[in-house]
């Protein structure tokens, strides 16, 4: 009996000491913060990911943005999968009947989602790791870009924070609401680009009753269309040289107080402009209803309609060598307009971050989860999460100049970019994979930061035999010109309305009152 008693004590101890060697093992698994590996094990940490697939990324185990974080931070990233389709769907159904789930979920989800599945116990409020400097990356980025609202954007009504955030800074999506005026047209009346509304109004009585085509028919030219695609509405475009009017809600800041653009009287103003448009056949009606495919039908072929069209850009008109790449060259941006008392503004729209990294109240480690997610916030995240691996699907541009008898320049010199990284140089040393199936990165689905990144791309203006690529034959190169304008009529803190975050019951009166 005194042996069995015994043999039971020894169990019982070496349980206890197997037990406290784990939990001093987990404990003690974390390094100092900002310090790599994060976790300092022996083996790697299993951390459990649910993710949507995408027939853009063929495998997401063997794939380099995923050795990337595994050997940096020590940690081996298992991948479990929501359905193609209906991905957000599945999540809600999970969160919502309690189904455990793994450690992490990468998914982008706006604050009021994230929020509701924190509020159902499914996401960690993560507001203590952020308090506590764990966030290295994004704490060094809320430093350098602090107008950039990085951290407030995904932060809740009473301070709680479910997720790590991401974020791609582009300079023509915060001004997509441009204008692209037919030059040819322009040219064949003898006009210059309009820079107030009385003369983009005088613009679009001649390109309706001259023949702006010059085709002998006075009556087939439609002056101005427009489309309910991205950039597409000529209300944004025009009002704004009244009252600034920006997306969604047309929120504004006046007196230091929120109000909304409809509310004044300046934008009443807009209103009959427009009218007047509409009515007098400038504004054609189909503009409110059309799509993209409808204006490229329209204005993208050899018989020169359209005079004047609304949208962030005309790539979707078709590339290069294309007949409707052709027609797409006909049209060149115009500025922001000057309004009758001297307003120029743009439907600015800073670029914002929304939560893509969760943590799940089921993860052991949620510190460790917490921190890789934070790993990747930067811009070598964004780099290889957005265009892939350097020396093969981009290059920095001081690199690509020793091998390459070209000349390059920034994209957006005019906003004072140096020009850093090199995306494009026609398949010949940079091979571009974005949108392609391919195992380099998680196509977007990934918490990273892009910083300059993007305001610091170049292009090469001129070739090695000479050939000189400038705006006259890159269309492109007239859009991110006509952002670096756009950009420099953003309305000021004082206009502007930053992202607002609400609580449940704010959310529910104000989709009551879209519903009515």
Partial sequence: MKIRKLTALLLSLLMMLSLTAMVSAQEGGLSEPGVLPIWTGSEPYVLKVLIAPTDKVTDHDDNAYTKWIEEACNVDLQFEYLPVTDAGQKLNIMVTTGEKLPDIVVMGLDVATSYAYGEAGAFLNLRDYYDRGLAVNVDKAVAEFPTWNLLSNITNHDG????????????????????????????NLGLDMPTTTDEFYNMLVAFRDQDANGNGDPNDELPMLGSNSWGGNPVKYLTNAFIHEGDNDMWMLKDGKVTASYLQDEWFDAVDYLKKLVDEKLLMPEAFTYTRPDIVAVAANEKNLVGAIPDS????????????????LRYWPADPLVGPKGVQTVAYNQSATNCQWFVTKYCEQPELAFRVGDFQFSEEGFLLGRFGIEGEHWMRVEDYLKDNNVEVKASYESMGFEPVYLFSDGNKHIKEVFGTPQNINWFDAMPYFSGNVENEGAYISKMEDGTVIDSNTYHTIRQVTASGVYQKCKPGPDTYCPNLNFTPDEIEEISEARAN
């Fill in 313 to 328: 850009s005309l790539g979707f008109f078709g590339g290069e060598g294309t007949p409707e790449y052709e027609a797409r």
């Fill in 160 to 187: 709680s924070v479910y997720g790590i955030p991401k974020i791609q800074v582009s300079l023509s999506n915060e001004t997509k609401y441009k204008m692209w005026i037919n030059k040819t047209w322009l040219d």
